[in-house]
């Protein structure tokens, strides 16, 4: 099980119980719950096996995608001295598999490394003004699955769809996708009904899928980390596989003006961090550790503030530990019977025209009257032959009516307080 964004206390306190039982083999936690005190205080009632650190290379300041909850994980570990501890990563230069060593506190750790040397990619790098005509060029010579990776969400569409005009079978994905659509599309690529997926760097995380053929980049990334994990999507059967950046020297010079913006100055950092406090109506003194929607793209339009600077204010808001954004969060609707069997047979019994909604909860996931489970309303469509509407409304009423608890599913960006909201000059 897994203690995400946005649960209820009750619902947390429900996966604890089954955890410190010994009802759970896996229970995936983020850094930054460590941190909770209300989990630290279970902790002594745990049964630990392992403890397992993945995306490891986030504890380095060295490495891609730091994250500073990841440097107090160590504090755990006291809680569990005989609980051997595992860190994972494929991002790891020498520097940031040191620090993963200090910072996890390993006196006499046992370093598992493979080469960064992957015999079977070929990295090639092209100056090209025509690069839509490069890209079909490439794939016309390299059968297979393939990636384009773009830096900005309209691209996608576009590309996808020159490529889908000219006969190849392209999709494309970003972050703003709803969270279904981004699960159709991601499912179409993988089993290899979709040839082509024209993303963001939102799409590749966590897939594994081992034929990819070529990896592409219309535009240069941020980092030589950043390209290195995804060229690496490439060829992970072992067989030969290609990576191509495509770059002109415009896109050089405007890389280099961004600069500035992504390094914002203090007093900037400082307007963006009172905005977000504004935008989402916070009060000074609350909010720790409660998650709001937030759309980054409607807060800098709403502001007036440059996008790149606003998104780089928060980066560096989220090093110091003082806000957490989430891009792309799915979190299903999730439902509990919250009454009794025998109230729920009265109910029935009267002659509820939900009749057959409660059945279809009852018969379809299991354990729904213990605990809040995940649910599917395109499943409860298909079962009950309504559209998605009506499921809304009718689950709805009976949450309305005190029969079921109701959490209808999120997929927006998120945005947490480490700390409580403070006046935007109190922190340097």
């Not at 053929?213 to 067989?239: F, K, L, M, N």
Request: net charge neutral.
């Amino acid at each position: 099980m897994a203690i995400y964004a946005g649960m209820f206390f009750k619902d947390v306190e429900k996966v604890m119980d089954l955890a410190r039982n010994g009802k759970i083999k896996f229970l995936y936690i983020s850094p930054e719950r460590l941190q909770s005190p209300n989990f630290q205080a279970h902790c002594a009632t745990l049964d630990v096996g392992l403890i397992a650190v993945d995306e490891a290379h986030c504890i380095s300041q060295w490495g891609y995608d730091f994250r500073p909850a990841y440097l107090k994980i160590a504090e755990i570990r006291s809680y569990f001295p005989e609980a051997p501890i595992l860190a994972l990563t494929a991002t790891a230069t020498l520097k940031v598999r040191e620090d993963i060593c200090e910072k996890l506190e390993f006196d006499n750790g046992k370093v598992f490394t493979k080469s960064f040397v992957r015999s079977n990619l070929s990295y090639s790098v092209f100056e090209e003004e025509a690069k839509l005509n490069r890209i079909r060029h490439i794939l016309d010579r390299v059968p297979g699955s393939a990636v384009v990776y773009c830096r900005n969400r309209r691209h996608t569409k576009e590309i996808a769809t020159l490529l889908q005009s000219q006969g190849i079978s392209a999709d494309y994905y970003h972050a703003g996708l709803p969270a279904a659509e981004r699960a159709s599309r991601q499912e179409e690529w993988i089993t290899g009904r979709t040839r082509v997926v024209v993303c963001t760097n939102a799409f590749g995380m966590g897939i594994d899928k081992p034929d990819v053929r070529s990896v592409i980049h219309y535009d240069v990334p941020d980092s030589p980390e950043a390209y290195y994990q995804e060229a690496g999507r490439g060829g992970r059967d072992e067989q030969k596989a290609y990576g191509i950046l495509l770059y002109t020297q415009q896109e050089l010079a405007e890389m280099k003006a961004r600069i500035p913006l992504q390094f914002p100055q203090l007093d900037e950092i400082r307007e963006v961090y009172q905005g977000v406090v504004n935008y989402l109506q916070v009060p000074i003194g609350s909010a720790e550790n409660v998650y709001f929607d937030f759309d980054i793209n409607d807060f800098a339009r709403k502001f007036g503030l440059n996008i790149t600077v606003a998104y780089s204010a928060m980066r560096i808001l989220e090093h110091e530990g003082i806000v957490q954004l989430s891009e792309s969060v799915y979190m299903p609707s999730r439902v509990e019977f919250i009454t009794n069997k025998e109230t729920l047979w009265e109910y029935e019994r009267h002659g509820s025209n939900l009749e057959p909604l409660i059945k279809a909860l009852l018969r379809t996931y299991q354990g729904i009257f213990d605990n809040p489970v995940p649910i599917y309303e395109k499943q409860l469509m298909r079962i009950l032959r309504a559209d998605e509407a009506t499921i809304h409304d009718w689950l709805q009423r009976l949450h309305r009516q005190g029969i079921i608890r109701y959490q209808q599913r999120k997929d927006e960006p998120q945005l947490c307080f480490c700390r409580s909201a403070c006046p935007y000059n109190t922190f340097v």
